[in-house]
C-alpha cells in the first residue's frame, strides 16, 4: 500500500494517522507538510522506516513526533 504524492499538498494538516495501513513507503512529499505535529506509523512493515528513514529523519529535526 502506498501514499499518493498529492498528500504533500495538505499543508495545513497537523495529525496524520497512518498506524496499521500496511505501507511499504512514504513519498518525500510527506516532508512538505509543514503544519504536521505528530506522524502516526505503528503496525507497519519494519521495512517502511527502512525507506523512509530520510524523510522521518528530517521530520523529526522540524519536532514532528513520529509513533513507530
Known amino acids: 500500500?502506498?501514499?499518493p504524492d498529492s498528500i504533500g499538498n495538505l499543508s495545513a494538516l497537523e495529525q496524520l494517522n497512518l498506524g496499521d495501513n500496511q505501507l511499504t513507503a512514504l513519498p518525500?512529499?510527506?516532508g512538505n507538510l509543514s503544519?504536521?505535529?505528530s506522524l502516526y506509523l505503528?503496525?507497519?512493515p519494519p521495512k517502511?522506516?527502512?525507506q523512509a528513514k530520510s524523510?522521518?529523519?528530517k521530520l523529526s529535526a522540524r519536532g514532528v513526533i513520529v509513533y513507530k
Open 35 to 37: 503544519a504536521l505535529k
Open 55 to 57: 524523510v522521518l529523519d
Open 28 to 30: 518525500d512529499s510527506i
Open 42 to 44: 505503528s503496525g507497519n
Open 1 to 3: 500500500t502506498a501514499l
Open 48 to 50: 517502511l522506516y527502512k
